[in-house]
């Protein structure tokens, strides 16, 4: 099962890596006034489920598919509703990461980064994984990928995640 989920992790972070690797051009920052209802540029907004406020931190183009970062206020309850309400607003299939801390988004783009970079050593990913895993995960609350359109709540909570809370 430890292998299954194991190689689950890495499915997607080779699917994040391809996107970047044949991406096109990023856009981060983007934020908004109106809310959803008065026709969602992409940014802030409300949930109307869960009156929970999130914000748009990042949206990159990459090719065939968005990835959007999205800020919610932690503790947010009925994440996937928010990762539907943004998907309402991808101009093409997308991939939509939610984070109830901004620091474990930025990690993660660093992550990903290091992982599109060829000179990347291995020593330095499993660094990376030492210093960050277990903040990413307990801080990456949502993600609804484009190819399933399935939500995972808490994604990287799983059984590396496990090991690496052992360790500590």
């Given at each position: 099962m430890k292998k299954i989920f194991k190689w689950?992790?890495?499915?997607f972070v080779i699917l994040i890596v391809l996107s970047v690797v044949f991406g096109g051009k990023g856009?981060?920052?983007?934020?908004?006034?109106e809310s959803f209802e008065a026709g969602m540029k992409?940014?802030?907004?409300?949930?109307?489920?869960?009156?929970?406020?999130?914000?748009?931190?990042?949206?990159?183009?990459?090719?065939?598919v968005e990835n959007i970062?999205?800020?919610?206020?932690?503790?947010?309850?009925?994440?996937e509703s928010i990762?539907?309400?943004?998907k309402k607003t991808c101009k093409k299939q997308c991939n939509i990461s939610i984070y109830d801390d901004k620091k474990a988004h930025d990690l993660q783009e660093t992550y990903d980064k290091m992982m599109s970079t060829l000179a990347t050593e291995p020593s330095d990913l499993d660094?990376?994984?030492?210093?960050?895993?277990?903040?990413?995960?307990?801080?990456?609350v949502g993600y609804r990928d484009f190819a399933s359109d399935s939500f995972n709540?808490?994604?990287?909570?799983d059984a590396f995640y496990d090991?690496?809370?052992?360790?500590?």
């Open positions: 689950g992790g890495i499915a856009n981060t920052g983007t934020t908004m006034k992409a940014g802030q907004g409300q949930s109307p489920t869960s009156n929970a406020s999130f914000q748009e931190i990042s949206r990159k183009d990459v090719g065939v970062g999205v800020l919610v206020t932690p503790g947010t309850t009925n994440i990762a539907s309400e943004v660094d990376w994984k030492d210093k960050n895993y277990i903040y990413v995960a307990d801080h990456f709540d808490y994604p990287y909570k090991e690496m809370k052992a360790k500590k």
